[in-house]
């Protein structure tokens, strides 16, 4: 992709890391859509850009993708498409309500497909079209008190992996994002009861994954790799060690980072 500014939309862009990435990209000159549950804060991230459209996206609801990509886009083509829209919960497994396992779900993968879905058409149409998804190092092995959590973020990190293979013949490339904790209030306060915070720490604030966002648009062509980008020191050094060091290996680190 060239540094010409493009188009971008991004789901979550209320607050965290999805508002981090909005405004960088609308400081650069990009026209950028910013879509989240919570209308007022999009609208108020927006105010005063007029390169900037907004507006409320449930990405559970996958006619409220076409709607929002059909106000955003129009007849044209969409540059990049950040599925960042999240949610958690942590704590004992069994000791979580169903509903909420469930919403987990719905919104970390159900709403991640129905993006890509909508999606689709748009990037074809684009020079070298972008789909990044949000996902995590918790979808580098289970973790206990994130059970469910990490079991949405490795989903995406395997649709990111079947995608990114499937839509080459479309021109359009799939790509990750995998931070490890970040300074947001879906942490600080949906996370509290995380086992692994204790010992690792927050390390990361949304302007990190947004640079990092911006990287990843603007990647020149290279010798084949992962489709997946670590963000942050920490999360290198665990999706190395994983990669290298055998199940039983790995499963020894994460309980001890789980005491």
């Given at each position: 992709?060239?540094?010409?500014?493009?188009?971008?939309?991004?789901?979550?862009?209320?607050?965290?890391?999805?508002?981090?990435?909005?405004?960088?990209f609308l400081s650069r000159g990009w026209r950028v859509g910013l879509y989240d549950v919570d209308a007022a804060a999009v609208a108020?991230?927006?105010?005063?850009?007029?390169?900037?459209?907004?507006?409320?996206?449930?990405?559970?609801?996958?006619?409220?993708?076409?709607?929002?990509?059909?106000?955003?886009?129009?007849?044209?083509?969409?540059?990049?498409?950040?599925?960042?829209?999240?949610?958690?919960?942590?704590?004992?497994?069994?000791?979580?309500?169903?509903?909420?396992?469930?919403?987990?779900?719905?919104?970390?993968?159900?709403?991640?497909?129905?993006?890509?879905l909508a999606g689709h058409p748009y990037l074809r149409r684009a020079r070298r079209g972008l789909l990044l998804n949000l996902c995590?190092?918790?979808?580098?092995?289970?973790?206990?008190?994130?059970?469910?959590?990490?079991?949405?973020?490795?989903?995406?990190?395997?649709?990111?992996?079947?995608?990114?293979?499937?839509?080459?013949?479309?021109?359009?490339?799939?790509?990750?994002?995998?931070?490890?904790?970040?300074?947001?209030?879906?942490?600080?306060?949906?996370?509290?009861?995380?086992?692994?915070?204790?010992?690792?720490?927050?390390?990361?604030?949304?302007?990190?994954?947004?640079?990092?966002?911006?990287?990843?648009?603007?990647?020149?062509?290279?010798?084949?790799?992962?489709?997946?980008?670590?963000?942050?020191?920490?999360?290198?050094?665990?999706?190395?060690?994983?990669?290298?060091?055998?199940?039983?290996?790995?499963?020894?680190?994460?309980?001890?980072?789980?005491?």
């Amino acid at each position: 992709m060239t540094s010409t500014p493009g188009s971008i939309l991004i789901t979550g862009a209320g607050r965290g890391i999805g508002r981090a990435t909005a405004e960088l990209f609308l400081s650069r000159g990009w026209r950028v859509g910013l879509y989240d549950v919570d209308a007022a804060a999009v609208a108020e991230v927006a105010a005063g850009h007029p390169r900037a459209v907004h507006g409320s996206l449930d990405v559970r609801d996958l006619d409220a993708w076409q709607a929002a990509l059909a106000k955003f886009c129009g007849d044209g083509g969409l540059d990049v498409l950040v599925n960042n829209a999240g949610v958690l919960a942590s704590g004992p497994f069994a000791a979580t309500e169903a509903a909420t396992h469930r919403r987990i779900v719905d919104v970390n993968v159900t709403g991640v497909v129905h993006g890509a879905l909508a999606g689709h058409p748009y990037l074809r149409r684009a020079r070298r079209g972008l789909l990044l998804n949000l996902c995590s190092a918790s979808a580098l092995y289970g973790q206990p008190t994130l059970a469910t959590y990490g079991a949405t973020k490795a989903a995406v990190k395997s649709l990111t992996e079947a995608l990114e293979l499937e839509w080459r013949g479309d021109g359009v490339r799939v790509r990750s994002l995998l931070p490890l904790f970040v300074n947001t209030e879906m942490v600080t306060r949906d996370g509290r009861g995380m086992a692994p915070l204790k010992s690792l720490g927050v390390r990361l604030g949304p302007d990190d994954v947004a640079a990092a966002a911006w990287r990843v648009v603007h990647e020149r062509r290279r010798l084949p790799r992962s489709p997946h980008r670590t963000v942050g020191r920490q999360t290198r050094v665990l999706a190395a060690a994983s990669a290298v060091s055998p199940d039983w290996a790995n499963r020894l680190v994460v309980a001890r980072l789980a005491r």
